[in-house]
């Protein structure tokens, strides 16, 4: 396998493992620790908002399953895309769609709290929002890799894929639409007690796609 992986999706599954280890080694895992507050990424309302937080957050993740999957994601469609395009474009690629999905993920914090945002706060209130804030922080490449499956989709739409639990095989094109449209669904709806950042997908995925029809304007593929 790591024959046949290509350089920078290897090097950034690396990174990221050693990112997910720095974070469980100095309590990065738990609820409110100074890691988070540091490279996680804060509604700009946070004290501890910083804006390096809009990249630094791509690489850390909430859990050690969270990590498996976007790296096993990353791996499997990354890889294609990579030799195609080349490090170079892949790597720009890959850092504008997670920096696409941070700023979709601000904009719904700044309209998930726009009421409190203009509301004028008591001291303890304020605390306790701030809390709040630190606690509702984001990280994960999924909108990265959103963006990467966007891609994906668009290149090589034709490709069957078998995703589990669907029992026959789906081209990718229909699969990446599905997915894309299920977190759309997750958004809008704001099930309780779900804590995926839905739109930051959305925006990685669609900063994906738009990139890759402005580079592929010249070479148009046969979706249908």
């Not at 004028?120 to 990280?139: E, I, K």
Request: overall charge neutral; glycine content about 8%; some cysteine.
């Amino acid at each position: 396998m790591f024959q046949r992986i290509t350089p920078v999706v290897l090097n950034l599954i690396i990174i990221n493992a050693l990112v997910f280890f720095a974070q469980v080694a100095f309590g990065g895992m738990d609820d409110l620790n100074s890691v988070n507050d540091l490279f996680a990424l804060h509604h700009y309302k946070a004290d501890v908002f910083k804006p390096h937080q809009i990249i630094t957050h791509i690489f850390m993740h909430g859990s050690l399953m969270h990590l498996l999957f976007n790296m096993l994601a990353l791996w499997m469609f990354g890889t294609m895309i990579e030799r195609v395009w080349g490090p170079k474009r892949f790597i720009i690629f890959y850092l504008v769609c997670g920096i696409g999905a941070a700023l979709t993920q601000m904009g719904s914090y700044a309209f998930d709290f726009w009421q409190i945002d203009h509301t004028a706060l008591s001291a303890d209130l304020n605390m306790q929002y701030q809390t709040a804030l630190r606690l509702g922080c984001t990280v994960g490449a999924s909108g990265a890799i959103m963006g990467v499956l966007a891609a994906y989709g668009y290149l090589f739409p034709n490709t069957t894929l078998f995703i589990m639990p669907i029992p026959f095989p789906v081209k990718a094109k229909w699969a990446i639409i599905g997915i894309i449209l299920l977190d759309v669904f997750g958004g809008v709806s704001k099930t309780p007690g779900d804590n995926i950042a839905h739109f930051a997908h959305v925006g990685g995925a669609v900063v994906g796609i738009l990139l890759v029809i402005f580079w592929n304007r010249t070479n148009k593929q046969t979706f249908y």
